[in-house]
Structure formats: structure tokens, C-alpha cells
């Protein structure tokens, strides 16, 4: 038998409290399923991006989620102020990191 078949069971001849029950733990149930495998992950992934944003510091090599790879050169709270070239620094958003990877000077590019 399937298991909803068993939960969805009532007695015959029973009153109609025991469909209302099996009604609710049915919800009940999908709930938690929502919860433990969508909700649950999702707040996971929320507070880990939020953590590798807080951790930025000046002289971190850092990625957008642009493409552009850069070396931190200002911290502010909202913004970041990146070295992408020699005599080149943009300001991007704190929230356009995607990676941050260690600490050092990023290679200028090489154009020729």
C-alpha cells in the first residue's frame, strides 16, 4: 500500500472527524517537505553569501558576478572600490561579488 493511501485511511462507517484529521496531517506533512527541502537550503545559501560579503577586506582578489576580476582597494559598507587594471579602480556594489579568492595583487592584463 502507499503511504498516503494509510494516512488518508478512515474507519468505516466512521465519522467524518477521522477525514478531517487525516486532512491536516496531510498538510502538515507537505509543509514540513516544503520546508526541509526548499525553505531550509535556501536560508542556508542566504546567510553563507552574507558571510563571504562581510569577510571582504582590501587586498582580496574578488570576481563580480560580471566577469570582472579585480584586487580590493577600498571597503565601504556598501561598496567596494576595485582594481581591475594599472591606473584603473572601478566602485561596484558589495553584492555584485561572486567569488573571493586570496590575497595579492592581480596580474594587469597583458594587451598586445
Known sequence: MNILNLIAMTPQGGDAGGGIFSTIIMFALIIAIFYFLIIRPQQKRQKGRQKLLDSVQ???????????????????????????????????????????????????????
Open 58 to 112: 582590501k587586498g582580496d582578489k574578488v570576481v563580480t558576478i560580471g566577469g570582472v576580476h579585480g584586487v580590493v582597494e577600498g571597503v565601504e559598507d556598501k561598496t567596494l572600490l576595485l582594481k581591475i587594471a594599472d591606473n584603473v579602480k572601478v566602485k561596484v556594489e558589495r553584492t555584485a561579488i561572486s567569488s573571493i579568492g586570496g590575497k595579492g595583487e592581480a596580474e594587469a592584463p597583458k594587451i598586445g
